[in-house]
């Protein structure tokens, strides 16, 4: 199922799994540094963000652990799709071509700097 603008709460989950495969507790601490403590997701909305995607088929839950021996078992791991990858990829490039909308009605500077 195709999103013709994604969250950003679901934009930042995608970020996170792009780099490697997460339990929820790491996705909220990936996200939190990332935009330096300005989005911080409580639970309730990423497991509920995490459902969506599980049953639009982005990411899956894993069935291994990465380290058994020194996990807690009740994590649960995600990973990104190659569908997640490619909606990740096209929301990106929405916002690159956004960003340059603004640079070039002069919100920001090509540095990012607001005016």
Do not use: N
């Not at 929301?91 to 603004?102: H, T």
């Amino acid at each position: 199922m195709a999103r013709a603008e994604m969250s950003i709460t679901v934009f930042h989950i995608l970020v996170a799994l792009a780099a490697q495969d997460r339990h929820g507790y790491s996705i909220m601490r990936d996200v939190a540094e990332r935009t330096d403590g300005q989005i911080k997701l409580s639970p309730g909305t990423l497991y509920g963000a995490i459902r969506r995607l599980l049953e639009e088929g982005l990411i899956v839950e894993l069935d291994e652990r990465p380290d058994p021996l020194h996990d807690d078992e009740r994590r649960r791991y995600y990973r990104l799709t190659a569908a997640g990858y490619a909606a990740a990829g096209r929301e990106s490039e929405r916002l690159y071509r956004l960003l340059g909308q603004a640079r070039a009605s002069g919100l920001i500077s090509g540095a990012g700097d607001a005016r």
